[in-house]
């Protein structure tokens, strides 16, 4: 009995737990954009949100934002610490909403695996070196065809980037892009979302490092971009990314995408370790 107890102990550990409605508009709504197609074709889309924190909030709207999608889907919450699942339980609504206890492992009922996983502001709290432990154990309880999306954000969700990651061929980690987000008014210069970097990359932001080449180019591009600012952040925001594009930094996604302060760029670019 007390081997069964270890095994099926949460994995990871009890975080700050702080939210605020609204929070994760941002990141849901790439989600809807980038990852919509896969969860209308899932046969049974369940997507999971780790660590949804000491209220459910942010729970809740993923699954109203994703309902417009795909009405069918279940939205499970998994919390380690057991009180917050219980102050959760009031919002249920079975079974397209759903609140347990659970970590990294992902249980999900019947041991079916997750077509999406949304983990924001639990890897901040943890060690750089438990990135990839916790990126190999998530991908793990992927479906086929599946994603997680890691990252954080600031109290309001105004500045925050996220990691798109897949399972490789053999099983492995596969970050495809780094998206960087911002409140186009709120800029005054691009690199403040260094505060709000994934934890993989968070302690990389220094010389030498390509995600520290990364916002030393956007700053600089937002500083030859300001003849377009009687034009609006926006048009200044769209200048800067042209410009970035034209260095040869690999950015994704489209000029729609831009206009909402988003900017995608592909991992092997920012990537730890890559040099430049």
Known sequence: MAGAARRTRPVGTVTRGTTNPNRLR?????V?????RTLREAADPVVVDLGYGAHPVTTVEL??????LRPDVRVV???IDPERVSAAAPHQEPPHLTFAQGGFEVPLPGGGAATLIRAFNVLRQYDEAQVEPAWSRLVARLAPGGALVEGTCN????LGSWVDVRRGP????APRSLTLSWRL???EVPSVVAERLPKALIHRNVPGERVHA????LDAAWARAAGHAPYGARQRFLATVSDLRAQGWPVLGTRQRWRLGELEIAWSAVAPGATG
Do not use: N, Y
Request: aromatic share 2%; no cysteine; net charge positive.
């Open 77 to 79: 919450g998994l919390e």
């Open 32 to 36: 809807v954009h980038t990852h919509g």
């Open 214 to 217: 990364l916002m030393r180019d």
């Open 26 to 30: 941002r990141v849901d709504r790439w």
């Open 185 to 187: 008014r709120d800029i």
């Open 63 to 68: 699954r109203a934002r994703l309902a417009a």
């Open 155 to 158: 109290e309001l969700g105004r």
């Open 170 to 173: 053999t099983g492995e980690p």
